[in-house]
T-cell receptor, first 117, second 111 residues
Framework: GAVVSQHPSRVICKSGTSVKIECRSL??????MFWYRQFPKQSLMLMAT?????????EQGVEKDKFLINHASLTLSTLTVTSAHPEDSSFYIC?????????????FGPGTRLTVL | GNSVTQMEGPVTLSEEAFLTINCTYT??????LFWYVQYPGEGLQLLLK?????DKGSNKGFEATYRKETTSFHLEKGSVQVSDSAVYFC??????????FGKGTRLSVIA
C-alpha cells in the first residue's frame, strides 16, 4: 500500500529556534499534501493544504509566516516552524493525496512530536 | 459546511464486549465516509471506508454501514480485544476538499 514517512519522528528544541519537518510519499506521487496539528486528546486540526509547485493554502487562524510550507516535488513537502515557542509544542501529522485521485484517498504519515522548551 | 459528530469518550470496555461508536455527518452532495484509528504515539491509519449509501466497510472485525437516511456511519465490532485500545476518528471526504474529522473517541479495552 501507499506509504508516507515523516522525519523526524520526535524533536526537542529550544525556544526561538526553527524546526523543519519533512513529509515524503515513498511509493507514489502526491500533488497535494495536507498538514495537520493535533493537541493532546484532541482531533486533527487542518493547518494548510500544500500543492506541488505553488503556494500553500492556509486555514483561517494559521500564521503562514510562522508555519512555512514548501512542496518542492511530487514526493516531498516540508513544514518549517519558525522561531518556535512552547505553545507550538504539538503533534504534527501530514497526509498525501495520490495524484489523479480524489481527496478522499489520503495516506497519513506517522506524525512528528515537537517539544519546544 | 460539512461536519462530523461522533460520540464523546472515553469508552471503556471489557475484553470480548460489543463495541459501538456513533458517528453522524452533515454534508452536501455524496461524500465518502471513513473510520481512522490512531494508536498511542502514532499517526492515523485508515480502518475502513464506504463511498456510497448502503455500502458496508469492514476490516479487522470492525464494520460500519453508510446510512444516508440517518446520515450515520456507526462503527461496530462484535468482540473487542485489548489491542483495539486506541482513538477512533470518523471522517468525511467530498470532492476535492480536505477530509473533515470528528473529535475522536478514545477506546480502552481492559482484560
Amino acid at each position: 500500500g501507499a506509504v508516507v514517512s515523516q522525519h523526524p519522528s520526535r524533536v526537542i528544541c529550544k525556544s526561538g529556534t526553527s524546526v523543519k519537518i519533512e513529509c515524503r510519499s515513498l511509493d507514489f506521487q502526491a500533488t497535494t499534501m495536507f498538514w495537520y496539528r493535533q493537541f493532546p486528546k484532541q482531533s486533527l486540526m487542518l493547518m494548510a493544504t500544500s500543492n506541488e509547485g505553488s503556494k500553500a493554502t492556509y486555514e483561517q487562524g494559521v500564521e503562514k509566516d510562522k508555519f512555512l510550507i514548501n512542496h518542492a516535488s511530487l514526493t516531498l513537502s516540508t513544514l518549517t516552524v519558525t522561531s518556535a515557542h512552547p505553545e507550538d509544542s504539538s503533534f504534527y501529522i501530514c497526509s498525501a493525496q495520490a495524484s489523479g485521485r480524489p481527496s478522499d484517498t489520503q495516506y497519513f504519515g506517522p506524525g512528528t512530536r515537537l517539544t519546544v522548551l | 459546511g460539512n461536519s462530523v459528530t461522533q460520540m464523546e469518550g472515553p469508552v471503556t470496555l471489557s475484553e470480548e464486549a460489543f463495541l459501538t461508536i456513533n458517528c453522524t455527518y452533515t454534508a452536501t452532495g455524496y461524500p465518502s465516509l471513513f473510520w481512522y484509528v490512531q494508536y498511542p504515539g502514532e499517526g492515523l491509519q485508515l480502518l475502513l471506508k464506504a463511498t456510497k449509501a448502503d455500502d458496508k466497510g469492514s476490516n479487522k472485525g470492525f464494520e460500519a454501514t453508510y446510512r444516508k437516511e440517518t446520515t450515520s456511519f456507526h462503527l461496530e465490532k462484535g468482540s473487542v480485544q485489548v489491542s483495539d485500545s486506541a482513538v477512533y476518528f470518523c471522517a468525511l471526504g467530498s470532492g476535492n476538499t480536505p477530509l473533515v474529522f470528528g473529535k475522536g473517541t478514545r477506546l480502552s479495552v481492559i482484560a
